[in-house]
């Protein structure tokens, strides 16, 4: 996981906690309910009886819902800043109000290009400083939540070299937006 920033690293770690709790409840709430039954205790109260080929298919069912749910943790996007929670003022506990930089630039040759990564204004400096370094780049304005670069450029700039100086200052490049 070498250039992964410790933003990312939280998500995923999170993430991966709040599923562990999930296959717990689910494997507790199943364990609640399916070993009584299947050791015969609701016989005398309901004359509820469990088929033990019924309770192995529902042991193998329990088990596949629980590596479902794992799975999921393929689907996390560890760069998207959006369900995070607002950050707070430690000594008045307000939430902090986070400043977009996205302008809209009126110039003939805009380009918007997506970074993941980016998690605080010192990032959007640091891709900045590194675009502008361009030949060709006039401005770049960098937004860490919304993960998009606008850059100007006054003549036409090779994709590469963009890609290159992006994962020089440490970001990913994600291609075009």
């Not at 042991?59 to 799975?71: D, I, P, R, T």
């Not at 560890?78 to 630039?105: A, C, L, M, R, W």
């Amino acid at each position: 996981m070498t250039g992964m920033s410790c933003a990312a690293l939280i998500r995923i770690s999170r993430s991966t906690l709040r599923n562990i709790y999930e296959n717990h409840f689910w494997a507790f709430f199943y364990n609640v309910l399916g070993i009584p039954l299947a050791a015969g205790c609701y016989v005398a109260a309901f004359g509820w009886e469990l088929n033990p080929i019924f309770g192995a298919a529902a042991m193998g069912l329990s088990s596949f819902c629980v590596v479902s749910n794992a799975l999921r943790l393929n689907l996390i996007r560890p760069y998207d800043s959006k369900g995070d929670k607002p950050e707070k003022n430690p000594v008045t506990g307000k939430i902090i109000k986070q400043v977009t930089n996205v302008e809209t630039i009126k110039e003939s040759k805009d380009m918007k290009i997506k970074v993941n990564g980016m998690m605080c204004e010192h990032c959007e400096m640091h891709v900045k400083k590194a675009l502008e370094a361009i030949d060709g780049i006039d401005s770049a304005v960098a937004s860490h939540t919304e993960n998009l670069v606008t850059i100007t450029n006054s003549k036409d700039v090779d994709e590469a070299a963009i890609r290159a100086a992006v994962e020089e200052a440490g970001y990913e490049y994600a291609g075009l937006a």
